[in-house]
């Protein structure tokens, strides 16, 4: 059960329904996030919720059977929206986030917002922390190389999204960041999304690399009742014993995930096949599937990138996906 409290709720509201809910033997958690107040309770017994309902401070109550209770689409009639300028919402129009694997230079840079600024892509993806599988490749410019991609962005109003790998990253990056990701390694690193939950920012949580469509939705729970609504749930594909290509794209994740979940449901194609030929392809299934938006990787010439150059978009193949998003952006529209 979700308890959604009044914003101007006063503390003898509050322990009024506390003491309610004692009294039926429901234990109730407290959370507060930039937008709302609620009461996420839970219990083994049979209940009434409408003893909750016209209580002094309670604007709805809400059965929620699921595990993962705020994240649940069983309590919110309209999927969220997440506003990160004035003209870019998630709603029924598909977002577009592009960029490098990593941030190189100063030229890459350069370039690659030009690119982004010619197509009128508002979102910039690009990896300044990066964890490798091999400690001797290359695992990012840091710092420095966030804020080069910020100076770069700053004049075009282009946001950042870009990983944060540790909590002891999150002040540090806070000034130069839109958007931070949580990648797949640390899609339960529970210590980040705790922090994550306190930052008045979204966050692209990726689902892990084995993980479980409910383990995704329970590390969103974990960012949502730490005061974090603003949260994107990223499909990249999962490891499975296929090995012809990098992971297997679960397109069907974007339609449960729909299903189960309230929150925007981004496709990444590029993680999710590690094939360029097919990243293209696969961006446009996932949004006829339903995908709120995709995050593909380009680079000015990706046989050069210091990093997953193979499953990267050159500026050519990028111009043509974003002509092709457009083309099934009005037929889906249509029809």
């Known amino acids: 059960m979700i308890i959604q409290l009044k ?8 322990e009024a329904i506390t003491k309610t809910l004692k009294e039926e033997h429901i234990k109730s958690n407290f959370v507060e996030t ?3 107040k609620y009461l996420v309770c839970f219990t083994k017994t049979e ?4 003893k909750f309902g016209h209580l002094p401070g309670v604007q709805d109550v ?7 209770k ?20 998630y709603t029924k129009e598909p977002i577009v986030m592009a960029g490098p694997c990593s941030v190189e230079n100063e030229e890459q840079m350069e370039k690659t917002v030009s690119h982004l600024v010619k197509n009128n892509i508002k979102i910039l993806r690009g990896g300044v922390f990066k964890p490798r599988s091999s400690p001797y490749a290359f695992r990012g410019l840091g710092i420095e190389g966030l804020k080069m991609m910020h100076s770069f962005c700053k004049p075009y109003d282009i946001k950042i ?24 390694r640390n899609s339960q690193n529970f ?16 689902r892990g690399v084995s993980g479980t469509i409910d383990e995704l939705l329970q590390s969103a729970e974990y960012i949502f009742s730490k005061g974090n609504e603003k949260i994107m749930l990223c499909e990249r594909g999962i490891r499975t014993f296929e090995n012809s290509y990098r992971n297997t794209f679960d397109i069907n994740a974007i339609q449960v995930l729909k299903e189960k979940s309230h ?13 360029r030929d097919h990243v293209s392809k696969l961006a446009l299934a996932s949004l006829v599937a339903g995908a709120d938006g995709v995050i593909y990787e380009v680079h000015p010439s990706p046989e050069e990138a210091l990093s997953d150059g193979y499953q990267t978009l050159n500026f050519e193949e990028s111009d043509n996906l974003i002509r092709q998003i457009h083309n099934l952006r009005s037929f889906l529209n249509s029809n």
């Open 7 to 14: 914003n101007k709720i006063d503390s003898n509201e509050l």
């Open 34 to 36: 930039q937008h709302n």
């Open 47 to 50: 209940f009434d919720i409408r």
């Open 62 to 68: 809400h059965s929620v059977s699921d595990d993962y």
């Open 70 to 89: 705020l994240v649940s689409k069983k309590w919110k009639l309209n999927n969220s929206t997440i506003q990160l300028c004035d003209t870019i919402t």
């Open 161 to 184: 999204v870009t990983e944060v790998m540790q909590v002891s990253q999150i002040e540090e990056m806070l000034p130069y960041v839109d958007v931070f990701q949580v990648g797949a």
């Open 191 to 206: 210590n980040l999304l705790d922090a994550l939950g306190s930052v008045n920012k979204p966050v692209l949580l990726k």
């Open 263 to 275: 929150l925007p449901v981004i496709a990444d194609p590029s993680h999710g096949v590690g094939i």
